[in-house]
């Protein structure tokens, strides 16, 4: 059950990696700003596929990471009930 969680961290560090340090090339020719003005990323994040990626890795170890945490849970629980049963 280590090993599940150990590969759940795995695949939460690696997407998280992926998210935030994968390179984005970034072209803009809709519109120009206005002529006082100049354009700046502030509030923007562009999802590209490799961010995508990141974030569905990261989203699937959390969820591995929880269920494993929670089964581990329940049969530990499970366990002290029986022990009170036999009594």
């Not at 280590?2 to 690696?14: C, D, Q, T």
């Not at 998280?16 to 994968?22: I, K, S, T």
């Not at 809709?30 to 006082?36: E, G, K, Q, V």
């Not at 596929?49 to 990261?58: D, I, S």
Request: net charge positive.
């Amino acid at each position: 059950m280590w090993m599940l969680l150990g590969a759940a961290a795995i695949l939460v560090l690696v997407g998280v990696g992926l998210l935030l340090f994968a390179p984005v090339s970034f072209g803009w020719f809709a519109y120009a700003p206005l002529s006082s003005e100049s354009f700046s990323f502030s509030g923007m994040y562009p999802l590209t596929p490799e961010r995508t990626v990141g974030a569905g890795l990261a989203i699937a170890g959390l969820m591995l990471a929880v269920g494993a945490s929670c089964w581990m849970l329940g049969r530990r629980a499970g366990r002290r009930d029986q022990s009170r049963l036999k009594e």
